[in-house]
């Protein structure tokens, strides 16, 4: 592995499902970060040095060898995996890759975003939500998304041990993401069986495993 393929700064916080998915993908493909934390609690997202990062104020940001800085973990997923093709996070059939970037997309673009720091900012003090408002609208935006996944992960005749045969990958990563910010959050989603089997196979998996909130820099102790 040459040396550009090692040399990553990840700015990350503990609790980030975007960040989870990107600790997972640099583990699979035994790639390392250093990592800088932005502390999503005290502001520092918004500091005038990390926008010039990342002006959304969002977690993560990852540099890659002194280039510019990439956003988005999905997009970065897609760099990674172009950087260093195996292990493989994407399928190598044409229909195989829509379907893992399918339900990637269900869980980390349409049920994550809404459960963000600053989408409970906006409702807490623009809308007038108290805690639990806030709880109510977390837990049906969980159960939305992943009543819907589970749906076509059940139906679908390409789930395997995994979302997508039987190798961890992008919609894997995905999903286990959004399930480790749940179980942050203690709030649960029933009648998921088949999401539960997937992701009790993906916490068994060292890169899976290494990535959880509780065991990062700044997260409580129990």
Not at 117 to 138: E, H, I, M, N
Request: proline content about 7%; charged content about 20%; aromatic content about 8%.
């Amino acid at each position: 592995m040459s040396e550009s393929a090692t040399s990553f700064e990840l700015y990350a916080f503990w609790r980030t499902a975007a960040t989870y998915r990107v600790r997972v993908a640099l583990g699979l493909k035994g790639l390392q970060a250093r990592e800088i934390n932005i502390d999503l609690d005290a502001g520092e997202q918004r500091s005038e040095a990390y926008l010039k990062l990342n002006p959304m104020a969002g977690l993560p940001t990852l540099i890659h060898a002194g280039h510019p800085p990439m956003t988005q973990s999905l997009a970065i997923l897609e760099f990674l995996e172009e950087l260093q093709p195996t292990p493989a996070l994407l399928p190598a059939d044409l229909h195989g890759r829509v379907r893992v970037r399918s339900i990637a997309n269900m869980l980390a673009a349409d049920t994550h975003p809404l459960i963000t720091p600053r989408v409970r900012k906006y409702l807490t003090s623009t809308v007038g939500f108290d805690d639990a408002a806030w709880r109510a609208w977390q837990q049906h935006w969980f159960v939305t998304g992943l009543t819907a996944a589970e749906k076509r992960l059940a139906s679908e005749a390409a789930t395997g041990t995994f979302s997508h045969g039987d190798q961890p990958g992008m919609a894997d990563i995905c999903l286990a993401s959004v399930v480790a910010v749940m179980q942050v959050f203690k709030i649960e989603v029933p009648n998921t069986p088949v999401i539960e089997r997937i992701v009790q196979h993906c916490q068994q998996l060292p890169a899976f495993a290494a990535a959880a909130p509780r065991l990062q820099y700044g997260a409580p102790t129990p």
